[in-house]
Every structure is written in C-alpha cells, then in structure tokens.
C-alpha cells in the first residue's frame, strides 16, 4: 500500500492495482492498527480521561485528537486503554470517520514485543463487543523488520483513475 491505494507488484513489474475495495479494506485496517499506536504520539489533542474498568481491568484512559477535542466530520478520535502497570496501550477506542463513515469500535493490543528498540503488537484484535469479548477480526503478526531497502523502481504512485476509485486519505490519524 502506497499512497492509500493498494497494489501488488514484483521487483521491475508494472503495479497491479486490481485486487479490489474488500481486499484493500482490510489491508488499509491492518496497516492503520499498526501505526496507529505510533502516530497518536502525534495528535494536537491530547488529554487525561482518567480510569476505566474493561472485563474487570483498571486502565488509564488517554483521549486523542486533531484540531479540536469537539467531535469532528473528518477527524477521527481515539481512547487509548493503557495498562497503568506496563504502561503499553491494551484497548484502542475510537470513531473512524472515513472507511467506516462515523463508525465507532474497539481494537485490542496485546503480546508486545521490543524490536530493533520499538515495541510492537503480536496481537491486534477487533471486537464487536469488548467487554463480552465478541470478537470480529484477529490479527497475527508473526514477524516485524524495519529498516528494509525499497528500490525506488519498486515504488510507484496511483494512477489518477485508481486514486479516484479508491479516494484520497481525508481524515488524519
């Protein structure tokens, strides 16, 4: 995935933007709940929102933002659940209002590992209910690298036709 639209493509092949909008969902979720974690670092709203209780849990609760701490039509929001001993984000809370259109849920980090100095989630896990434990989707990771070389030839930008289909990032996370 690059420049929001996905492709596949082999070394020195042109890209093939073909693998469709259900593919690209879930490609485009996954590569969010990773970063994400790393890039509400970077929010302009950030504030305590003091403890919560998930399945018998205390956690501290960080809420974070764009702009404004109002509600937003193109901003998503975040509650960060972090475990108040580790001090590594458990539940992600949050209102996604570009894929999902307003949609709110909740994501489950857990089995951190240190890698190359960053900690990374083995786990992530969407939940249709948190506290019941009703799962949608669970992701494994099994491995992480950073820092691998990408050939500037194997690097390409989206074709017009294929940014219109698939839109162009609006919201900011």
Known sequence: MQDWPLYRASLGDQPDYGAGK??????????YALQLPFRSANAEVVRYGGQGSLRGKQYDLIYTTWHTAEPQKDTN??????DPVTH???YLQ?????LMKGAAGMMGFSGWRTIDGLKVPSRITSYKD???????????????????????????????SITNEFGE?????
């Open 169 to 173: 990032r609006k919201t900011r996370f």
């Open 77 to 82: 929001q975040y509650v960060l659940w972090v």
């Open 88 to 90: 590594e984000l458990a």
């Open 94 to 98: 949050l209102t996604d209002r570009e």
């Open 130 to 160: 948190a506290e019941k434990n009703v799962v949608l989707h669970d992701l494994r990771i099994e491995s992480v690298a950073f820092g691998g070389d990408l050939p500037r030839e194997a690097q390409a930008s989206a074709p017009a």
């Open 22 to 31: 259900k593919i690209h969902f879930y490609v485009a979720t996954m590569n």
